[in-house]
Structures are given as structure tokens and as C-alpha cells.
């Protein structure tokens, strides 16, 4: 049973900076894909940055160049640097981790960014 245990959110103002980890319950190894995805209130789920087993990282237009996407292998661990935040940053954010069969969501945690 796979597990993605998310920490790291809060209150931030405008402009300030947050990290956010996931934590595997089983070797990050094992995915092909991991990523992080936001759902702000009202809103679709939306992709907001993933890393791929071969290192190959993607990110929304609307967060490159404020956001990094890393992993720890040792650790078990994807992470997501956001700095200069901005209120439409705002929103739960979850972790997700692929397979090519199969895939897994955390519980999500919650960001907000105030003006």
C-alpha cells in the first residue's frame, strides 16, 4: 500500500516563501513520475510541477521561475520550493506519485498566499 504523507503548508504573505514535502511510504525508485497538483476553491485540480525518474522537470507557466521541484531518494522525499508567492497561488496542494499502471494522491495540504 502506497502512502504520501504532505507537510509544509500555511499562511504566507505575498511575496514570501514556503516548501512542501512528501514523504513515500515506499522508494521513490518505484515511480516513473512525481509530481505536485493544486486545487484552489471553485477550481479544476491543476498541474503545478512533476520530476520524472530520469530527472526531467516540468512546471506550470504560471510558477516557472518561483518554484523547484527536487527529490531525495534517501529520504523517500519530493519537495516543492515556492518562493514569491502570490495570492493565486492559493489552494490545496497535493502530492502525486505515477507508476504505469497505477498512480497515488496524498491528502493534500493547504497553502494560503494573503495580499
Known amino acids: 500500500q502506497v502512502q504520501l504523507v504532505e507537510s509544509g503548508g500555511g499562511l504566507v504573505q505575498a511575496g514570501g516563501s514556503l516548501r512542501l514535502s512528501c514523504v513515500a511510504s515506499?522508494?521513490?525508485?518505484?515511480?516513473?513520475?512525481m509530481g505536485w497538483y493544486r486545487q484552489a476553491p471553485g477550481k479544476q485540480r491543476e498541474l503545478v510541477a512533476t520530476?520524472?525518474?530520469?530527472?526531467?522537470?516540468k512546471y506550470a507557466e504560471s510558477v516557472k521561475g518561483r518554484f523547484t521541484i527536487s527529490t531525495d531518494n534517501a529520504k523517500k522525499t519530493v519537495s516543492l520550493q515556492m518562493n514569491s508567492l502570490k495570492p493565486d497561488d492559493t489552494g490545496v496542494y497535493y502530492c502525486?506519485?505515477?507508476?504505469?499502471?497505477?498512480?497515488?494522491w496524498g491528502q493534500g495540504t493547504q497553502v494560503t498566499v494573503s495580499s
Open positions: 520530476t520524472t525518474s530520469g530527472g526531467s522537470a
Open positions: 502525486n506519485a505515477g507508476r504505469i499502471r497505477s498512480e497515488y
Open positions: 515506499v522508494s521513490i525508485f518505484s515511480f516513473n513520475v
